[in-house]
Structures are given as C-alpha cells and as structure tokens.
C-alpha cells in the first residue's frame, strides 16, 4: 500500500524558512515522479514544484521560482520541499504526490497526472 507523509509544516513569520519532507511507503521512490501542490482556503489546490524520478530535473510554479527547491533523497525514500523567503501568500495546506512510474524519466505538473497523495501538511505565514 502506498503512502506519503508529510512533515515540518507550521507557523513562520514572513521572510523565514521551512522545509518540508515527504516519506514514501510501499513504493521504491526512484521509480516515480514527485510534485507538491497546495490549496489556500477558499481557492483550489495549485501546482508548486515538481522533480524528475531521478532528480535531474525540476519544474517550479512562477509564484515560487526562485524561492523554493524540490529536491529528492531516494536512498530515503523521501522528497523535500525548502521554502525560503516565505510571504503570507504561501500560506496555505501542502500536498506531496507521486506518479505511478512510465520511464518518460520526466517531472509533471498537473494533478490528474498524479496517482498517489499525502493528507497534507499546514503552513501558515504571519505578516
């Protein structure tokens, strides 16, 4: 059975940082492309970052390029999200997702394109 867990949200005053972790179970990560999204109140949930099975390659949303890095550790089975220069704008609840592998070897950005989802974790940015 697959799961995704994520970890290290809260709360941050704007300008900090945070890191957010996604463990995998029941799937050999190396395998399958990883993304996060999020989903403010009252709005739909949104594509953030997204990585190659490898690693190799990364896709960013424009409202955090620049801020924010995806990166992966498959050894551990797990996929990070570093968050820096955090505004209130990125307050929001963070997904962890993960696509059934096709060995295209590349990342994806749209949500039906994901199998797998974590039940999210908090980030609230104060101002």
């Known amino acids: 059975q697959v799961q995704l867990a994520e970890s290290g949200g809260g709360l941050v005053q704007a300008g900090g940082s945070l890191r957010l972790s996604c463990a995998a179970s029941g799937l050999t990560t190396s395998a399958y492309a990883m993304g996060w999204f999020r989903q403010a109140p009252g709005k739909e949930r949104e594509f953030v970052a997204a990585?190659?099975?490898?690693?190799?390659?990364?896709y960013y949303a424009n409202s955090v390029k620049g801020r924010f890095t995806i990166s992966r550790d498959n050894a551990k089975n797990t996929v990070y999200l570093q968050m820096n220069i955090l505004k209130p704008e990125d307050t929001a609840v963070y997904y962890c997702?993960?696509?059934?592998?096709?060995?295209?070897?590349?990342?994806?950005?749209?949500?039906?394109?994901?199998?797998?989802w974590g039940q999210g974790t908090q980030i609230t940015v104060s101002s």
């Open positions: 997702a993960a696509r059934v592998p096709d060995y295209r070897g590349t990342y994806y950005y749209r949500e039906p394109e994901y199998n797998y």
């Open positions: 990585i190659s099975p490898s690693g190799a390659s990364t």
